[in-house]
């Protein structure tokens, strides 16, 4: 092998090594301190793309699932609503058969009346109720998304209450100056009532299906999270082991170096 001053191949093959060691060292710091194995879109372009698309769907998917919580409070409302209403039509059944007694003189239907008058307004009142601006009661009829792309949708179906065919309208007398027991049909009162179990059945039925769907929501946004990270997170055990090697390499480039170096210097003993 010849001795030679001006070039010192073997310096700069250890100086290569050592910049490329280094480099390794400096990416599996990178990766261990982030805890993400794509630390520049370099290292993985194609995994990038397709975890921002996971992370978006996964992000979609936990805002649907609170617009569900908030349908299904919306439902819960409405549904305490109605329990109060068929309390009501209890109570308008009860004196509807106390108005009945042929022992009552007129001061006792009077009292009742005044009884049922109040409840009847109630009843009007309650038919107006809102959740956050929105109608407890009417024709109109809510849809919820239940998937992040909105292809998939429960219809919140219109509790019109006051309607006097599906509601209670008949009770209330909008309008109509009602105020006398006298002019109430005691099939009107089961009527409604059986009116406002349909409305609390279908309200059930709504909660039930919005249920299944926050809870198939929850499991496919763990399902997305999960994916995104095999794609993404870094495995420490895996990239420790690779940051002790390129410690390692290193520190023995550095030495190396260090004595490719000095090889030049044999040229000088020959000088002498």
């Known amino acids: ?34 805890g993400s194995k794509i ?14 698309k996971l992370s978006a769907a996964a992000n979609r998917q936990g805002a649907v699932e609170n617009n569900i919580g908030n349908a299904t409070s919306y439902l819960q409302t409405q549904d305490g609503a109605l329990q109060v209403v068929g309390k009501i039509l209890d109570r308008i059944g009860e004196l509807k058969t106390l108005y009945g007694d042929s022992t009552k003189n007129t001061t006792d239907l009077a ?12 009843l009007t009142s309650i038919s107006s109720e809102t959740f956050n601006g929105k109608n407890l009661f009417g024709s109109t009829a809510l849809s919820i998304a239940v998937t992040d792309d909105g292809a998939t949708s429960v219809t919140l179906t219109g509790s019109d209450l006051s309607s006097s065919t599906t509601g209670v309208g008949t ?12 002019s109430v049909a005691l099939s009107d009162i089961t009527t409604a009532i059986q ?6 059945a279908q ?9 299944f769907a926050s809870e198939l929501l929850t499991v496919n946004k763990a399902n ?7 794609i993404t997170d870094v495995d420490v055990a895996e990239e420790s082991t690779e940051l002790a090697r390129w410690n390692v390499l ?14 030049a210097q044999t040229a000088l003993k020959l000088l002498q």
């Open 1 to 34: 092998m010849s001795v030679v001053i001006n070039t010192n191949f073997a310096a700069t093959v250890a100086a290569n090594n050592l910049a490329a060691s280094n480099a390794s060292l400096q990416k599996s710091l990178n990766r261990l301190s982030s």
């Open 39 to 52: 630390v520049s879109p370099a290292d993985d372009a194609g995994g990038l793309a397709v975890s921002m």
């Open 111 to 122: 009292n009742y009346d005044s009884e049922f008058a109040a409840l009847s307004s109630e």
């Open 171 to 182: 009770l209330t007398g909008t309008g109509t100056g009602l105020t006398s027991l006298t």
């Open 195 to 200: 009116n406002v179990a349909t409305f609390r």
């Open 203 to 211: 309200n059930g039925a709504e909660q039930s299906r919005l249920g």
């Open 224 to 230: 997305l999270e999960a994916a995104s990270s095999r």
């Open 250 to 263: 290193v520190q023995s480039g550095t030495a190396m170096l260090a004595q490719a170096n000095q090889s």
